[in-house]
């Protein structure tokens, strides 16, 4: 049986990167760069490459991969949910807001 394995690159992320095709209610390995494991349940099926909540995300609250923003949740996410278009609203890109200076800008 092969593992489902996911990689948490920053401290800051609150998913994962998904390398396997994850189906619902199986159990999913997430390792970090220190070498940390963590077993985690899926709730949803989850396609290669895609994000798997490591936390639960509030409404509008900061979604992180790999140490960057990447978005703002627009439903309640809870550790184990399928993060993608259907509860993340992207942030990148976006002409309608205003642009967030960064720490040191």
């Known amino acids: 049986m092969e593992k489902n394995l ?6 800051k992320d609150n998913v994962a990167t ?17 070498g940390h494991k963590e077993i985690i349940t899926a709730f949803d099926a989850i396609p290669y490459g895609h994000k798997i909540a490591v936390a639960d995300i509030a409404v509008g609250e900061e979604i992180f991969k790999y140490g960057e923003e990447i978005g703002a949740a627009t439903k309640p996410i809870k550790k184990g949910d399928y993060v993608h278009v259907h509860n993340l609203d992207s942030m990148r890109g976006r002409g309608d807001l205003p642009i967030k200076k960064r720490a040191g800008e």
């Open 6 to 11: 996911a990689l948490k690159v920053s401290d």
């Open 18 to 34: 998904i390398f396997s095709v994850v189906t619902a209610n199986s159990e999913v390995e997430v390792r970090d760069k220190k």
